[in-house]
Each structure stands twice: as C-alpha cells, then as structure tokens.
C-alpha cells in the first residue's frame, strides 16, 4: 500500500507512520508544522519507503502517481492548540478535509479521517455509541474544534455517498503516550510534567469529570484495522476508538502522583467553558466488526509515558 498521511509529524500522526512502515508500506507523510515536530519522525528520515513533505493541507494537495489510502490526521488536538489557533483549526476541518478526500477521489484511494470523542460535545449519555448525536455547543470556545470534526465528518460522508469514495472514520476518545508534547495542555502531560517538576497538579471543579484514557499503541492498532478491513455495507459509519475504562480527573492525578513518587499536592481551578463532565467510548462496533479491544492497562500505560516525559524533560 502506498498511504498519505496529514498530520504526520504530530503525536498520533507519527505512531501512525511507523505501524504503517511497519507492516510494509510506503508512507508520504505531509505536515505544515504547526503543532507537529519532526523530531518525532527523526527516526524515519532517509529511510526506504518513508517521504516527508511540508505542506499546508488547506492548499491543494499533489501526489504524483499511485496512492491507495490518504489518512487525514492534520488538525490542532488540544485545547491550548485549537483555543490558540482557532481560525487555522477551522480551516483544516473544513479546506484540509476537502483537499484530502479530493486526493483521495482523484486516485481512487480509501480514505480514513481522523475525527474525535468531542463530536459528542458534554454528553447527555454515557457511555457515548457512534449513533448518538452529541450535544455541542457551537459558538462556545470549544466549537471551533468540536464544529470542525463534525463538517470533516459530513464531508467525508457527502464524498463517499456522492462519489462512491471508499471512506473510513475513526472517533479518538483520550489518548496518551510518548510524543505527547509537553505544554500540549492535555491532561495526561499536564500531570505528569507538573508532577516530575514538583509543581501543583491542577484540576478543574472537583476533579469529578470523567474521561476514558487509551495508550497509543492500542489507538494505533485499531486505527490500522479499521484502515485494512474488507469494504461493507456499514464501514463507512464511524468506530469509536478508545479505552472504555472510565475514570475520574482527580483519580487519574493520584495514580499519577503514585507512579512518580512525587510529593506534589493538588490544586483546585475553575472549570472551563463546556468542559465535558463526561467521556466514554462504547466500543461495540469495534469489538464485533474489527475484532478489536484495548490491552495496554493504565498503570503500564502511564509508566510508559512518564518514562518519555522524564527523557524529554532532561534532554
């Protein structure tokens, strides 16, 4: 297979391009740089079968010759990313998914967009299934990235029931791992980065939301299952992707504080603007259609990453 993939430099983007290489594919990896970093594809540079390109995905995207799968990962994903870049966030939900699934149409390619768990927005149901709708709120702060997801994923359905492309889309519940920058904002980092420094481990409200946290080899795994399954009749409806484990803001700070030994406290701060009080993936489909589930559990998971975390911090 000969796969495109946006957002390539980026967290999720990079463990994407060595499962791919990995299982012996070419892999053309385009990224702007915005959020994305080639350090984290260092290891990749010059290596057979592996092309970075910078590129803004909003510009029209030329491929020369054969493609067989374009893989839409290009988009801010944090909050601190898409609070700070907002006009750009919308611009690659909406152009950047137009552009890529033009890509994918001109060499009639399967196409994968990357969409996530806040197309649920503060969910009114939990756990969260592919059919429930979400409750967004669209000219909050949160929208421009909430709102953005939602148009790439009616764009990718309005090109696979107009122009028959061949579609996929993966709905990314929390996801943590090495790559992880480490001022993303993302509440996995934030702990572990305040924790290892001894500074004050901040939730918002009580700490009572909830979220669902899957390390990245096991995101990665299903992404590329879902990318590899036979066409049918419903593989074109989106698949929750994530771990359905779910647990408190605060638990998840004190099992951070646990693994690192560290002696920080915890520290209370207002909750932002439609923070989603809770975050669950119903992971049914993925389960019986892709014959996939979540191994890596959270204490190795987080062992794993406070391990990068105390690399990064010392380099």
């Not at 980026?10 to 391009?17: D, K, P, R, T």
């Amino acid at each position: 297979m000969r796969a495109v993939v946006t957002g390539g430099a980026g967290f999720l983007g990079s463990h994407l391009c060595d499962s791919l290489l990995e299982r012996g594919h070419e892999v053309l990896c385009l990224d702007n740089l915005l959020t994305g970093n080639t350090d984290n594809i260092a290891h990749l540079l010059g290596r057979e079968r592996f092309n970075f390109f910078k590129h803004n995905v909003t510009d029209y995207i030329f491929v020369e010759g054969l493609v067989d799968a374009v893989l839409h990962f290009a988009s801010p994903a944090s909050p601190v990313d898409y609070l700070e870049l907002p006009i750009q966030t919308l611009k690659v939900g909406s152009l950047g998914t137009h552009k890529a699934l033009g890509l994918a149409l001109e060499k009639k390619a399967r196409f994968l967009l990357a969409s996530t768990s806040e197309v649920y927005g503060d969910p009114m149901v939990s756990p969260q299934r592919e059919s429930y709708w979400g409750n967004v709120n669209p000219i909050g702060p949160r929208g421009v990235y909430d709102e953005a997801k939602r148009f790439a994923e009616a764009m990718t359905m309005a090109y696979c029931r107009y122009h028959g492309v061949d579609t996929r889309i993966v709905r990314i519940f929390n996801t943590y791992g090495p790559r992880m920058r480490i001022c993303d904002g993302r509440v996995v980092s934030n702990f572990i980065v305040q924790a290892l420094h001894g500074a004050p481990l901040t939730i918002y409200g009580e700490g009572a939301q909830t979220r669902s946290f899957c390390y990245v080899s096991d995101l990665i795994r299903g992404i590329v299952a879902l990318l590899e399954a036979e066409p049918s009749d419903d593989m074109h409806l989106p698949f929750n992707i994530g771990n359905p484990e779910e647990r408190t803001v605060r638990n998840l700070a004190e099992k951070v504080l646990a693994l690192t030994g560290s002696s920080s406290t915890i520290v209370k701060r207002e909750l932002p603007v439609d923070d989603p009080q809770q975050r669950c993936p119903d992971i049914h489909r993925a389960q019986t259609i892709l014959g996939w589930k979540p191994k890596v559990d959270i204490d190795r998971g987080l062992q794993l990453t406070i391990e990068y975390f105390k690399k990064a911090l010392a380099s």
